[in-house]
């Protein structure tokens, strides 16, 4: 076995490619794309060594072409789950006993197939089962899954370097960090290919097993990103991919004495009903399971009267449009002083009758479909309902078309109750609610903004003021995780903005972070003395001569 201290390559994140007209990238995408739309996958399940296919065969379609088939997926039950388990366990000796850089590589060659050869083929697969635009794909699926699998292998190392400041006389104390004791189950979202990779990798770096469940909406992507972890050496039944009926895959897993953690990205009302279960079943547990969680958000920006009115719009349209608002940190409630509401809402107004919306494979499309039939519903009846009502104003958009696609027009609405439903409740669609205060109602609005909505995820104050700057980042502190000044409350950037909120956000364990690995291991305290005492007597027992 090798003996040393090793470095590894400093992490830096990965340069976006920006896929101009005649560019490189731009050709290669186009190409991947083509290539895809081309043929028909056939998607098994990665169980130990296996691909599994069940004949239940699931369909994948493009969100914005709801009439092609990209291809098909082999749903699974109960039996899948138990044997992914049973991979997972049987995987769990060798892999955590290799030695930590032997992990690293894998994961670090990981990250440069990502930004190599896979590059085009994962940014053309989330395009066309998640329909983000080339720009949205880029910075997710390419650059920041790159970005995660990098700086967790330097966060690994950093925390395995973490050691006992003192050790006393004639003693050696030292610190291991032990994988958890069982399985890890992933649980990831559609929205962000990054996010689907990250959450299985960063248990399984830390010598951890795992089994994966996606949305049945990011299979497409999920399928490229086990196929890099396969190539990369990730060992047979390390980490399991398997699709299945959600609540049926909760039961066999939240069951098992082996289960040791969830790292789950999704809906809060789901993670707070596993929460529920893995409580109840606390008593089968070896363990007591690792529960972290991001879940939803109802993130805001928060106008000063001294903003400047396109730097709010600007934050406005990128924050609440970018991918059709389907990120857990989209801009989705606004509060914009009277003084400079006109001029906010002439901007956006001006530039929104600019946008083009339609397929993702056409680059000029800054707006692409929502994810499913599913939510083009919910979104189309909230926009009907604000039209509806009296007391709401609609600013822009309101359309939606589903004949092609699933095509919801970005809708900005203007209220007159700050606590109307969509200021409130989470869309995750291209719907912004605006509230608009009296100048002199800053401090007042602070405080509404605090207790609106039960999430705490991202949130935003512009102004040219720092004095209002320093009073809202107090006191909207415990409002938002992650809270930004002049700018839009999206796009947090892996080792610069860790990302993660709290109250019903989640558990702000911070993914891209130190903190987030620290989660997946179980420290051990080693103390070694040289020379052992041989007599029970202390001094103080002596006799007083």
């Known amino acids: 076995m090798l003996k040393g201290f090793f470095n590894v390559p400093p992490a830096v994140n990965e340069p976006v490619l920006n896929y101009g007209p005649r560019s490189v990238e731009r050709a290669a995408l186009k190409a991947a794309?083509?290539?895809?739309?081309?043929?028909?996958?056939?998607?098994?399940?990665?169980?130990?060594?296996?691909?599994?296919r069940t004949g239940n065969l699931k369909e994948l379609r493009p969100p914005h072409d709801h009439k092609h088939l990209l291809g098909t997926f082999h749903f699974g039950d109960k039996s899948h789950v138990n044997a992914a388990i049973d991979a997972a366990l049987a995987a769990k000796a060798d892999w955590e006993n290799l030695p930590w850089e032997q992990r690293a590589a894998i994961f670090l060659k990981a990250a440069d197939l990502v930004a190599g050869p896979y590059r085009a083929t994962i940014n053309a697969a989330t395009m066309l089962g998640q329909s983000k635009n080339a720009y949205q794909a880029e910075i997710d699926a390419a650059c920041e899954f790159v970005d995660f699998l990098r700086f967790n292998v330097q966060y690994m190392t950093e925390i395995y370097q973490q050691q006992p400041p003192v050790s006393g006389k004639g003693i050696w104390n030292r610190v291991e960090q032990r994988p958890l004791e069982g399985f890890v189950f992933a649980l990831t979202p559609f929205n962000f290919t990054a996010i689907a990779g990250n959450l299985p990798a960063s248990a399984a770096m830390m010598g951890n097993v795992v089994v994966w469940k996606p949305a049945d909406t990011q299979v497409y992507a999920a399928n490229v990103i086990m196929q890099i972890?396969?190539?990369?050496?990730?060992?047979?039944?390390?980490?399991?991919?398997?699709?299945?009926?959600g609540p049926e895959v909760g039961e066999v897993?939240?069951?098992?004495?082996?289960?040791?953690?969830?790292h789950f990205t999704g809906s809060t009302g789901v993670f707070q009903n596993i929460w529920q279960t893995i409580g109840t079943n606390i008593h089968k547990y070896k363990t007591y399971p690792r529960i972290v969680g991001e879940t939803g958000g109802k993130d805001f920006v928060l106008a000063h009267p001294s903003a400047n009115a396109d730097v709010v719009a600007v934050a406005l349209l990128r924050g609440a449009f970018e991918y059709q608002g389907q990120k857990c940190s989209a801009a989705s409630r606004a509060y914009i002083p009277a003084s400079l509401w006109p001029a906010v809402k002439e901007h956006m107004v001006r530039e929104m009758a600019t946008f083009k919306m339609g397929p993702t494979e056409d680059f000029e499309n800054?707006?692409?479909?929502?994810?499913?039939?599913?939510?083009?519903?919910?979104?189309?009846?909230?926009?009907?309902?604000?039209?509806?009502?009296?007391?709401?104003?609609?600013?822009?958009g309101g359309n939606y078309d589903k004949s092609q696609g699933w095509f919801i027009e970005p809708t900005v609405i203007k209220v007159d109750d700050p606590f109307y439903v969509t200021m409130c409740t989470e869309l995750f669609g291209p719907v912004l609610s605006v509230y608009v205060y009296e100048d002199d109602q800053f401090e007042q609005i602070m405080d509404t903004i605090d207790k609106t909505s039960i999430y705490a995820l991202t949130g935003s104050i512009i102004s040219q003021d720092r004095y209002a700057i320093a009073q809202a980042t107090q006191r909207l502190r415990n409002a938002a995780g992650n809270f930004y000044v002049n700018d839009k409350p999206t796009g947090a950037v892996v080792g610069q903005q860790p990302f993660g909120g709290a109250r019903g956000s989640g558990t702000n364990d911070k993914a891209g972070s130190m903190i987030n690995l620290l989660r997946w291991v179980s420290p051990r305290t080693i103390k070694e003395t040289f020379d052992p005492p041989k007599d029970y007597r202390y001094p103080f027992l002596q006799k007083e001569l």
Do not use: T
């Open 366 to 396: 800054f707006i692409n479909a929502v994810i499913s039939e599913v939510s083009f519903d919910k979104l189309a009846k909230y926009i009907d309902d604000a039209k509806a009502d009296d007391s709401v104003e609609l600013i822009a």
């Open 33 to 52: 794309l083509e290539a895809a739309r081309s043929q028909q996958v056939d998607i098994p399940m990665y169980i130990g060594a296996d691909e599994v």
């Open 229 to 245: 972890f396969k190539e990369a050496g990730v060992p047979p039944g390390v980490i399991n991919l398997i699709y299945a009926d």
């Open 253 to 262: 897993v939240f069951n098992h004495p082996d289960f040791a953690g969830i």
